[in-house]
């Protein structure tokens, strides 16, 4: 069973250069980020565009990880080890 650690949360993709909004949970080694997907696709629907993860407004909580790691994604669910990516400094505070 998993835990939701973040409401409103961005997954970053530093390699890909997009994000997307949605709720982040933990599971054992990995983050399930449960995204907002397209209502005709059920893709997640991901924003195109670069995003400097390090100088996002302070209120925003992200996950970030670099798009060339294995990760799972199917209808807007995307698991990723917990060892592949990283908390912003707003998220890490938010979870302790």
Known sequence: MSTCKITACALIDTWNERSVWGDLHEQGDCWVF????????????????????????????????????DAFERRGVIVL???????????????R
């Open 34 to 69: 449960d995204a907002c997907v397209h209502p005709d696709s059920k893709h997640a629907a991901w924003s195109e565009g670069g995003v400097d993860p390090d100088h996002a407004h302070a209120s925003t909580r992200a996950l970030i990880y670099s798009g060339d790691v």
């Open 81 to 95: 080890a917990k060892s592949s990516c990283r908390l912003n400094a707003t998220a890490r505070e938010y979870v």
